[in-house]
């Protein structure tokens, strides 16, 4: 199947309300170009200078997505470029993304990663320190949180649904509460291999990248 094919078919499997991000990491601009003519305007990447040349030789229209880690000394190059930064992991980062963004006037969206297996191979906070990093969003004035985002372990059926259910169970409670600059709006989880599972547990917020532009290669020179 194309590109053009891939995405009818995940439209036609994800309700209306789910926001599908197109994950474009090692993508050139033409394949994107293909993605972007069936009207996807929201793209993902995991490399701050990927997203960064990509921003510069792409559609101006495009709502840009971080997914990967980010760390603390690549946040001045995308304020102003991203829609949305999916990885904030730490007060440490949470503080640079408030100065930098501060300094340019502009406010920062983004989801707090939750590391939900417990992996130490993936980045994202611990649920346990989660409320640290909560109080210390509450005191910013140029970032606001708009939800929740997960990698989950892989794994079977049953493994996915259970970690699925358990960042539904966070982001419902946190809902509950009234927070300063905190609003739960997404909840983004769910891969090529495990979208399905995700939406059915609560995701609004798809990340697929080879469901749409086949399998990934990548080149290491
Ligand atoms: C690469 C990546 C995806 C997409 O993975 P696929 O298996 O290609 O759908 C989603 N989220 C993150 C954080 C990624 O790095």
């Not at 939900?116 to 004035?141: H, T």
Request: with cysteine.
């Amino acid at each position: 199947m194309n590109v053009t094919e891939n995405i009818s078919k995940i439209k036609n499997e994800i309700p209306k309300d789910v926001t599908l991000i197109a994950v474009s990491k090692t993508r050139t601009i033409e394949e994107m170009e293909k993605v972007y003519q069936v009207e996807i305007r929201d793209f993902g990447e995991n490399k701050v200078q990927e997203l960064v040349n990509k921003f510069e030789n792409f559609h101006s229209d495009v709502r840009w997505h971080l997914i990967g880690h980010l760390q603390k000394n690549k946040v001045k190059y995308i304020v102003g470029k991203v829609f949305l930064i999916h990885s904030l992991d730490s007060i440490a980062l949470l503080e640079e993304i408030e100065k930098r963004f501060k300094a340019n006037n502009q406010i920062a969206n983004v989801l707090i990663q939750i590391n939900i297996g417990k992996d130490p191979n993936k980045s994202g906070i611990m649920k346990e320190d989660l409320e640290k990093l909560i109080e210390a969003c509450e005191r910013c004035e140029n970032v606001k949180v708009k939800g929740l985002m997960t990698v989950i372990p892989k794994g079977d059926e049953e493994s996915c649904r259970k970690y699925f259910k358990q960042m539904k169970k966070i982001y419902d409670d946190l809902s509950k509460k009234q927070y300063n600059n905190i609003n739960m709006e997404y909840l983004s989880m769910g891969m090529t291999g495990d979208y399905k599972i995700a939406i059915s547990e609560g995701a609004n917020m798809v990340r697929i990248g080879e469901g749409i532009f086949g399998k990934r290669i990548y080149n290491n020179n």
